[in-house]
């Protein structure tokens, strides 16, 4: 592309493993990358089919980065039975265990598919954003079975976009400028993320608040503190599986402050509220570790139900509002990922990007069809990058915990998200290193950029930073007579943003 980006530097991966004793990692990612040297001989078939040595990584850190990024994502496990709960299947609310046992099954066979398929460090789960979508469409407008009809034809719409190359042909036609300022929004993406998760912040009076009513007071933010601090230090001291270690130390302390304050739930299931309470799960020890899972909601969905209901063209409307927040959050996390892991290429594409977004379309369906929603590849796995993945190993292993986890879900609840919200912090703090191959000289790609950046972090949603991006970058190049600059596709991806944004009062006239 004949914008005026710097050129990339595949050096800046921003994150390398705390036990990374390569050139990188001791100078810092600023350092040059060495010429290559002689091609890396496979130590053994895993070796050779995950190309762990060529990568510069080991089974060991891998193994690690698989458990940091389980660890960091395990509350999708608890969290989405919470937000699900107001669904029903024919006037039966939906079983907590079920929902639970169910997410974490698809979400282990999904990863293990991307570890195996895509052969890259990524994870996948419930899409918390699209889950949120359409818990509202199943409560005003669809029955759940109906919703996730709509669902599995979303995934089998990417899919079709996937296999005729189209998705990979966007993926690929985003310019430079705006696949790092991705990777840098989901930067602050992830730190708010983890400041919300740990209570640092919340809505507030205008926008948002500092800690409770503007202190930080509280056993679980203290946690948070304690979490971050130690943390921080085993990264700066590059200590070997730092994250790893920060989210179970931190755990451990949780359930010793919890042992002797007994602080409680922030949401009580009475509807009581204690501020200074923990902000999901409890930490306490479990009375029971093992159950055999609930995988009855498996298969029930109605494909075609929701176009009887509501009419071919609201159901064709909401079926494009997931697709596009589907599409493209798996666009700004596979970036992202990639750039923190140093795997993308001087044009700043994933190389061999086709089997990824095969599984994840593959997901989308998946999750439809089990009935706990769409299922996405996660920015979390940026966390498990942060500890030494770099191949698909590591999701091979994310994925076997989870469906370990489907028969100790009990277990899995004794992670406070206040816990794991120290990972994600220090993760962004990773992730927005990468700012420093922005071009800064040219407003028509700072302006884009900027909005990418921005609007990630502050509307909650990778797809809205996209879209702003790619709308403003299409605009200001045409401004300033550079419009033959513009990938063709980029203007059809500007188009279809200007109609994602226009969603509502489009969805009114119908």
């Given at each position: 592309?004949?914008?005026?980006?710097?050129?990339?530097?595949?050096?800046?991966?921003?994150?390398?493993?705390?036990?990374?004793?390569?050139?990188?990692?001791?100078?810092?990612?600023?350092?040059?990358?060495?010429?290559?040297?002689?091609?890396?001989?496979?130590?053994?078939?895993?070796?050779?089919?995950?190309?762990i040595?060529?990568?510069?990584?080991?089974?060991?850190?891998?193994?690690?980065?698989?458990?940091?990024?389980?660890?960091?994502?395990?509350?999708?496990?608890?969290?989405?039975?919470?937000?699900?709960?107001?669904?029903?299947i024919?006037?039966?609310?939906?079983?907590?265990a079920?929902?639970?046992?169910?997410?974490?099954?698809?979400?282990?066979?999904?990863?293990?598919?991307?570890?195996?398929?895509?052969?890259?460090?990524?994870?996948?789960?419930?899409?918390?954003?699209?889950?949120?979508?359409?818990?509202?469409?199943?409560?005003?407008?669809?029955?759940?079975?109906?919703?996730?009809?709509?669902?599995?034809?979303?995934g089998?719409?990417?899919?079709?976009?996937?296999?005729?190359?189209?998705?990979?042909?966007?993926?690929?036609?985003?310019?430079?400028?705006?696949?790092?300022?991705?990777?840098?929004?989901?930067?602050?993406?992830?730190?708010?993320?983890?400041?919300?998760?740990?209570?640092?912040?919340?809505?507030?009076?205008?926008?948002?608040?500092?800690?409770?009513?503007?202190?930080?007071?509280?056993?679980?933010?203290?946690?948070?503190?304690?979490?971050?601090?130690?943390?921080?230090?085993?990264?700066?001291?590059?200590?070997?599986?730092?994250?790893?270690?920060?989210?179970?130390?931190?755990?451990?302390?949780?359930?010793?402050?919890?042992a002797?304050?007994?602080?409680?739930?922030?949401?009580?299931?009475?509807?009581?509220?204690?501020?200074?309470?923990?902000?999901?799960?409890?930490?306490?020890?479990p009375?029971?570790?093992?159950?055999?899972?609930?995988?009855?909601?498996?298969?029930?969905?109605?494909?075609?139900?929701?176009?009887?209901r509501?009419?071919?063209?609201?159901?064709?409307?909401?079926?494009?509002?997931?697709?596009?927040?589907d599409?493209?959050?798996?666009?700004?996390?596979?970036?992202?990922?990639?750039?923190?892991?140093?795997?993308?290429?001087?044009?700043?594409?994933?190389?061999?990007?086709?089997?990824?977004?095969?599984?994840?379309?593959?997901?989308?369906?998946?999750?439809?069809?089990?009935?706990?929603?769409?299922?996405?590849?996660?920015?979390?796995?940026?966390?498990?990058?942060?500890?030494?993945?770099?191949?698909?190993?590591?999701?091979?292993?994310?994925?076997?915990?989870?469906?370990?986890?489907?028969?100790?879900?009990?277990?899995?609840?004794?992670?406070?998200?206040?816990?794991a919200?120290?990972?994600?912090?220090?993760?962004?703090?990773?992730?927005?290193?990468?700012v420093?191959?922005?071009?800064?000289?040219?407003?028509?790609?700072?302006?884009?950029?900027?909005?990418?950046?921005?609007?990630?972090?502050?509307?909650?949603?990778?797809?809205?930073?996209?879209?702003?991006?790619?709308?403003?970058?299409?605009?200001?190049?045409?401004?300033?007579?550079?419009?033959?600059?513009?990938?063709?596709?980029?203007?059809?991806?500007?188009?279809?943003?200007?109609?994602?944004?226009?969603?509502?009062?489009?969805?009114?006239?119908?």
């Open positions: 592309m004949p914008d005026r980006s710097r050129p990339h530097r595949p050096s800046a991966s921003g994150t390398q493993s705390a036990g990374d004793t390569s050139d990188e990692a001791v100078l810092g990612s600023s350092a040059p990358r060495r010429s290559p040297g002689p091609t890396i001989r496979p130590k053994n078939g895993l070796d050779r089919y995950f190309e040595s060529a990568r510069r990584s080991t089974v060991t850190r891998e193994v690690r980065g698989g458990l940091t990024t389980f660890f960091t994502m395990a509350y999708i496990v608890v969290l989405n039975p919470i937000i699900l709960s107001g669904a029903d024919d006037g039966t609310a939906l079983s907590f079920s929902v639970a046992a169910v997410t974490a099954v698809v979400a282990g066979v999904l990863t293990v598919a991307m570890g195996v398929i895509g052969r890259y460090p990524l994870a996948l789960a419930t899409g918390l954003g699209i889950n949120a979508v359409v818990a509202v469409y199943a409560a005003t407008q669809l029955s759940w079975p109906e919703i996730m009809g709509l669902v599995v034809l979303e089998l719409l990417i899919m079709l976009l996937v296999l005729t190359g189209f998705r990979r042909a966007v993926f690929e036609a985003i310019p430079p400028q705006l696949k790092t300022s991705i990777a840098v929004g989901i930067g602050f993406f992830l730190t708010i993320i983890g400041l919300a998760d740990a209570g640092i912040i919340r809505p507030g009076n205008p926008l948002i608040s500092f800690g409770d009513n503007g202190v930080l007071a509280g056993w679980p933010m203290l946690t948070f503190v304690v979490g971050l601090l130690l943390t921080s230090v085993l990264v700066v001291r590059r200590v070997k599986g730092a994250l790893l270690i920060g989210i179970i130390a931190t755990t451990v302390f949780a359930i010793v402050v919890e002797i304050a007994g602080v409680g739930p922030r949401f009580g299931a009475d509807g009581a509220t204690n501020p200074r309470g923990w902000a999901l799960q409890v930490p306490t020890w009375d029971t570790w093992f159950g055999l899972p609930d995988l009855s909601l498996i298969g029930q969905f109605s494909l075609f139900g929701g176009f009887e509501i009419g071919v063209i609201a159901a064709l409307l909401i079926v494009f509002s997931i697709m596009i927040a599409f493209f959050d798996t666009v700004g996390t596979v970036t992202a990922v990639g750039a923190e892991a140093g795997l993308l290429d001087e044009k700043r594409n994933l190389p061999r990007s086709q089997p990824v977004l095969l599984v994840d379309s593959l997901a989308a369906a998946a999750g439809g069809a089990s009935s706990v929603s769409s299922n996405t590849t996660y920015i979390e796995s940026a966390a498990g990058v942060g500890d030494g993945a770099r191949t698909g190993l590591a999701s091979v292993v994310t994925g076997i915990v989870f469906l370990v986890a489907a028969f100790f879900t009990p277990l899995v609840q004794v992670v406070p998200s206040e816990a919200a120290p990972v994600l912090v220090i993760v962004g703090a990773m992730m927005i290193s990468q420093r191959e922005l071009a800064w000289d040219d407003m028509s790609l700072v302006i884009p950029a900027f909005l990418t950046i921005a609007l990630m972090p502050f509307t909650y949603s990778i797809t809205n930073g996209i879209g702003a991006g790619v709308v403003s970058y299409v605009l200001l190049r045409v401004a300033t007579g550079r419009g033959r600059d513009v990938h063709p596709l980029m203007w059809v991806v500007a188009a279809v943003f200007v109609v994602y944004f226009a969603l509502d009062p489009i969805q009114q006239m119908f």
